[in-house]
């Protein structure tokens, strides 16, 4: 069983793929901490995100089990890892890992939930279950303003919502494998809905395709 779930940034996809994997127990992959660990190395060795040498190189090393969870989630990360997500043979060199363990999940579990950009529509075709979950940009930024302040940072909502509208317009409108949801996706809007509701909401459509 492959859950798919696609959508742009700060929409609550992971939460609720943790939600899923959690009820069913099913692996879970988070692919944009794929992206955001290429970023991490090349910014780490000095180089630019949009040096694509440095990140070929960083994404061909990278070891998806040592990934410094931490370090990888700042919003500098975030806009570095949208630069190098569009370059094609950074998202090659990745591509085996992800859709080996949509396949082979690990520890045996009967099923894998993977969320990102392209998993509906390039990393996994085939799946079961596809959702594109989406909010607007005002109610993501929010949230992710709500948690960095809960982090103790004091960064304006304002430029928060500068930053998300950025990330979705680089991440639709670039060449390889834009943000678009799959012809076969089901399309979960969370702008008014709780964690809660948008995982019941989850649940009934998942539970609908297996039906
Ligand atoms: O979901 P996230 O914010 O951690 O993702 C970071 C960046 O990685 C995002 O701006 C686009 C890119 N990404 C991608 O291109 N394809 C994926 N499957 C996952 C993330």
């Not at 696609?6 to 609550?12: C, H, L, Q, V």
């Not at 630019?48 to 994404?59: K, T």
Request: glycine share 8%; hydrophobic share 45%.
């Amino acid at each position: 069983m492959i859950i798919a779930i696609d959508g742009p940034a700060a929409a609550g996809k992971g939460t609720l793929a943790r939600q899923i994997a959690g009820h069913f127990g099913y692996a879970y992959l988070d692919t944009g901490s794929l992206y955001r660990a290429v970023a991490h190395a090349v910014m780490r060795d000095g180089k630019a995100p949009s040096d694509s040498g440095a990140a070929l190189a960083a994404a061909e090393q990278l070891d998806p089990g040592a990934i410094d969870q931490k370090a990888i989630r700042t919003a500098e990360i975030g806009q570095a890892a949208s630069i190098v997500a569009a370059m094609q043979p950074v998202r090659d060199a990745i591509l085996a890992f992800q859709r080996h363990f949509a396949e082979n999940p690990p520890e045996r579990a009967p099923g894998a939930v993977l969320d990102g950009r392209d998993i509906g529509t390039v990393v996994c075709p085939d799946a079961d279950v596809k959702l594109f979950v989406t909010a607007s940009p005002e109610v993501r930024a929010h949230r992710r303003w709500l948690e960095l302040k809960g982090s103790g940072s004091s960064v304006p909502e304002a430029q928060i919502l500068d930053e998300v509208r950025e990330r979705d317009k680089r991440d639709q409108e670039r060449a390889t494998s834009p943000l678009i949801p799959a012809a076969d996706a089901h399309l979960l809007d969370t702008s008014d809905l709780s964690i809660e509701a948008s995982f019941e909401a989850a649940l009934a459509i998942i539970e609908s395709v297996q039906a």
